[in-house]
C-alpha cells in the first residue's frame, strides 16, 4: 500500500526525518546501550543485549523473503543452524577464527540455501510454505542425524570466542560492540534492499505474482535472490550465536524456533523492517523481563502476541495483514481449479 | 497509541528485571541456584525436580543449622537461549555460590560455558553427555553414567545366555552414548550386537523399527528411552506378538512407565539405584514426603537423582562454612565420599562422575521387584 512511498519521501519533514531517526538508532545501540551495560556492569544484561540483538538479524532477514516477499517461510532456523555448524566446525575442526567463519558461516548458509531452492523456487502459496517446512526439517535432521561431521546430538563446543585478525573481542564490551557491528551493518543492507527499487520488485510478488509477471518481473529468479540473501543473513547470525554460547546442538535450531522468528516477524508487522526489529526486542526482551512471573510468564508472553495479532492485524508497524496473507495463501489451495473454469490451473506450481 | 502501548510494555519489562535484581539479603543466609525446566516440552520433569528440592530444602532449614539456604529456581524451558541468560544471572548474583540443573545436557552444556568462566560450581542430576564433566573443574554430576550402566548391562544379560543382541535408543547425546557404552562391553564380552538403531523422541509409530529388529533375530532388545517413548514402545511389541526380552536403562525406572504401558511392561528387565520399596529410613522418609506432595504417586528414579543432588550440595555448603565462596563450595563438592543418599551411596571420582551401585529390576505383576539376576 504505502510500499513506494517508503522509497522517496517527498516533503521536508520526511527528508529531515530520513537522517534523524537513524541517528538516534545509531547513537542509542553504540553509545547509550554500551554506556547503560558497562554501569550496570551485569554479564546477564549484556547477554540479553547479545541476544536480542542476534534475534534482530534473524527477524530482519525473514522480513526480507516473508515480509517483503511474500513469501510464507516455515524453515529459517535452519539456515541459522547451517551457519551456526559452519563457524562451530571450522573452528574446532580447523582451528579458524571469528573473523573468517563469519563471512563463511553466510556464504554456506546461502549456498545451501540456493541448492535447496533451485527445485522448489517454482511452487506458489501454501504449497512453498510447505516446501520450506520440509527444508527445515531435512536440514535439522541432517544435523542431527550426520552424527560422523555434525556429532549429531552431542553439539559441538566452539572454544574460541570473538576476534578480529587475531585480537581478541571476548571481553563483556568487545563482544556487544562486535555483535553490534554485525548485527547495525546486516539490518542496514537488509534495509538498502527492501526499500529499493529492488525491494518494490519483491513487494509486487507478495501483492500479485502473476500480474508482476506479465509486467516482466522474474519473479522466480527474485524469490530465489530474496531467499538466498535471507539465508546468507541467517548463516551470519548463527556464526555470532556459535561463538557467542560456545556450544551449540541441534536443539537451538528446530522448528520452534522458526516459529518463533516467524512470530516476530508477524508481531512486529509484515512487510516493516522497524516492524521485525521491534518484533525481535518485543519476544526475546519479554520472557526475560517477566520471568518473576514464575510458570505464568510463557501465558502472558502468549497473550500479548493474540492481542497484538487481534488487536493489531497488521503487526506494530507492518503494511499488510499477516491474516490477510495467510487467508491468500491458504485459500490458493482451494481456489476452484476445474478445468474450463479458466483460472489457477495447476496453482502448485508456476 | 501503538507506540504508547509498546512502550509500556517495555517499561513494565525493564521494572520487574530491576525489581527482582537487588533484594538484600541476611548474612546467615547462604543462595544456591536452580535452573530446571518448568514449562515447555520437559516441564514434567522440571516440575518434579522443583517438588524434590523442596523437600530437601525444608528438611535442612528445619534441621536448626546456624545458617539457612534458599534456593533461586529459574525456568529454562530446555532452550539454550534461556539457559545462558539465567547462567549469566545466577552468577551476577554474588550471594548465589552453587547452582544445580539443567535437565537437558544440551542446555547444561550451554550454560557450563559461562560457569566455566565464572567459577562457579555447578552439579547436574540429569546430564549425561560423555564430555559435561571435561568441560571444566566446576562441573558435576549425579547419574550414573552409560560408560557405567552399558557394561553392567551388557554383563548381566551375557549371564541371562543372551549372545545376540539389538540395541535401540532415542537420538540424544544420551541415547549414542547407551549404544556405544552398551555395545562396546557386548563385543568385549564375545556377543554381537545384531541391529542397532536410533529413533527421534516422541516417536508415535515404532511398528516399522520393531519389524526391522526382528527381521534381525535377536535374543534379547536393550532400549535406550525414557518412559514416554518406553511405553509405547513396549505396548507396540505386544500388540504386534513378539516376545522377545527387553533389557533398559535406569532412565525408565519410573512408576508412570507401568501406568502408561500396562500389562505390556511386564518381563521388562532394567537397572536401577533407587527402589521407592526400599526399607531404609531415609527412602521411606523421602517417599512419604512425595507421597504428600503428589497425590500419593510414588517418585520414580530422576526425582530420587535430584533430591539427592540438592542434599550433595546442601552437605558442601554446609562443609564449606564459614563464608562459604564459589570456590569453597567446588572444593567441598569434589570432596564428597560415601554420600548416603536415597539413590544409593554416591563419590565423586577425581573427573566430577557419580560413581553409583545399581540394582537389577525386573517388572512383575504390575510393579518394579528387585531381581537378583
Known amino acids: 500500500m504505502n510500499a513506494f512511498e517508503t522509497v522517496a519521501p517527498t516533503d521536508g519533514l520526511s527528508r529531515r526525518r530520513s537522517w534523524l531517526v537513524p541517528a538516534l538508532i545509531l547513537l542509542l545501540v553504540f553509545a547509550a546501550l554500551p554506556a547503560l551495560l558497562a554501569g550496570f556492569d551485569r554479564g546477564y544484561f549484556y547477554q540479553i543485549a547479545n541476544l536480542a540483538l542476534i534475534f534482530v538479524l534473524l527477524s530482519a532477514s525473514m522480513h526480507l523473503v516473508t515480509g517483503v516477499a511474500g513469501l510464507l517461510h516455515l524453515g529459517h532456523a535452519a539456515f541459522y543452524g547451517v551457519g551456526a555448524y559452519t563457524a562451530a566446525l571450522l573452528t574446532s575442526k580447523l582451528g579458524l577464527g571469528f573473523t573468517v567463519t563469519l563471512p563463511l558461516s553466510g556464504l554456506v548458509a546461502a549456498l545451501v540455501a540456493f541448492l535447496v531452492a533451485l527445485p522448489t523456487m517454482r511452487l506458489v502459496s501454501i504449497y512453498f510454505a510447505v516446501a520450506t517446512l520440509a527444508i527445515g526439517q531435512m536440514l535439522y535432521l541432517v544435523m542431527l542425524n550426520w552424527v560422523d561431521f555434525t556429532k549429531g546430538p552431542n553439539g559441538i563446543i566452539v572454544s574460541k570466542g570473538f576476534e578480529l585478525f587475531g585480537v581478541s573481542l571476548s571481553g563483556r564490551l568487545a563482544a556487544y560492540y562486535t555483535v553490534a557491528a554485525v548485527v547495525t551493518l546486516s539490518v542496514v543492507a537488509i534495509g538498502r534492499l527492501s526499500h529499493s527499487y529492488y525491494g518494490n520488485a519483491l513487494r509486487s510478488i507478495r501483492e500479485d505474482d502473476q500480474c508482476a509477471d506479465a509486467m516482466g518481473v522474474s519473479t522466480v529468479r527474485l524469490k530465489m535472490e530474496a531467499f538466498t540473501l535471507s539465508a546468507f543473513f541467517a548463516g551470519v547470525a548463527g556464526s555470532l550465536w556459535a561463538h557467542m554460547t560456545g556450544y551449540i546442538s541441534p536443539g537451538d535450531f528446530k522448528f520452534s524456533e522458526s516459529i518463533l522468528i516467524l512470530a516476530m516477524v508477524v508481531v512486529g508487522g509484515l512487510g516493516s523492517l522497524p516492524g521485525a526489529v521491534i518484533g525481535a526486542l518485543l519476544l526475546i526482551l519479554l520472557p526475560e523481563g517477566l520471568r518473576a512471573l514464575g510458570d505464568f510468564r510463557n501465558i502472558m508472553v502468549g497473550l500479548v502476541m493474540f492481542l497484538s495479532i487481534l488487536l493489531l492485524p497488521k503487526g506494530l508497524l507492518g503494511e499488510v495483514s499477516a491474516l490477510r496473507l495467510v487467508r491468500r495463501q491458504l485459500g490458493a489451495a482451494w481456489r476452484n481449479t476445474g478445468p474450463g473454469t479458466g483460472k489457477g490451473e495447476g496453482i502448485g506450481w508456476r | ?373
Not at chain 2, 56 to 62: D, H, I, M, P
Not at chain 2, 156 to 164: D, E, L, R, V
Not at chain 2, 281 to 288: C, D, K, L, R, Y
Not at chain 2, 293 to 303: E, I, L, N, T, Y
Open chain 2, 1 to 373: 497509541m501503538k507506540f504508547r502501548l509498546l512502550t509500556l510494555t517495555t517499561l513494565a519489562a525493564a521494572g520487574i528485571a530491576t525489581g527482582t535484581a537487588g533484594s538484600a539479603f541476611a548474612a546467615d543466609t547462604v543462595k544456591l541456584g536452580y535452573q530446571l525446566p518448568l514449562t515447555g516440552d520437559t516441564a514434567q520433569y522440571g516440575q518434579d525436580f522443583r517438588k524434590a528440592a523442596e523437600i530437601a530444602l525444608t528438611e535442612f532449614n528445619a534441621a536448626g543449622k546456624p545458617f539457612k539456604v534458599e534456593i533461586v529456581f529459574e525456568d529454562s524451558r530446555s532452550d539454550a537461549k534461556e539457559g545462558t541468560n539465567i547462567a549469566r544471572k545466577f552468577v551476577d548474583d554474588k550471594e548465589i555460590v552453587g547452582v544445580l540443573g539443567d535437565f537437558t545436557s544440551g542446555v547444561s552444556m550451554a550454560a557450563a560455558q559461562v560457569y566455566k568462566d565464572a567459577g562457579m560450581p555447578q552439579l547436574s542430576q540429569t546430564a549425561s553427555h560423555p564430555d559435561y564433566t571435561k568441560i571444566s573443574k566446576y562441573q558435576f554430576r549425579n547419574i550414573a553414567t552409560q560408560a557405567q550402566e552399558g557394561p553392567y548391562n551388557a554383563k548381566w544379560m551375557a549371564a541371562k545366555g543372551f549372545k545376540n543382541v539389538a540395541v535401540i535408543a532415542e537420538q540424544t547425546d544420551w541415547g549414542q552414548s547407551v549404544v556405544g557404552g552398551f555395545s562396546d562391553a557386548v563385543k568385549a564380552n564375545g556377543g554381537t550386537v545384531a541391529f542397532s538403531e536410533f529413533f527421534n523422541r516422541g516417536l508415535k509409530d515404532y511398528r516399522s523399527l520393531i519389524s526391522k529388529i526382528e527381521r534381525a533375530k535377536p535374543d534379547a532388545i536393550y532400549t535406550g528411552f525414557f518412559y514416554e517413548d518406553g511405553a509405547q514402545f513396549l505396548k507396540q511389541l505386544q500388540q504386534l506378538g513378539i516376545k522377545t526380552p527387553v533389557y533398559s536403562t535406569s532412565a525408565a525406572y519410573s512408576p508412570k512407565l507401568i501406568e502408561l504401558a500396562g500389562g505390556a511392561a511386564e518381563g521388562v528387565h532394567l537397572t536401577s539405584n533407587f527402589l521407592p520399596t526400599d526399607p531404609s529410613p531415609n527412602v521411606q522418609h523421602f517417599v512419604e514426603e512425595w507421597k504428600k506432595r503428589s497425590d500419593g504417586a510414588v517418585p520414580g528414579q530422576f526425582p530420587a537423582q535430584a533430591y539427592d543432588a540438592v542434599r550433595i550440595m546442601l552437605a558442601a555448603v554446609e562443609r564449606a562454612q564459614p563464608s562459604p565462596t564459589r570456590e569453597k563450595v567446588r572444593d567441598a563438592l569434589a570432596q564428597t565420599r560415601d554420600f548416603p543418599g536415597v539413590t544409593g551411596k554416591t563419590t565423586f571420582s577425581a573427573d566430577r562422575e557419580a560413581e553409583k551401585d545399581l540394582v537389577k529390576v525386573e517388572v512383575k505383576g504390575g510393579a518394579f521387584v528387585p531381581v537378583a539376576e
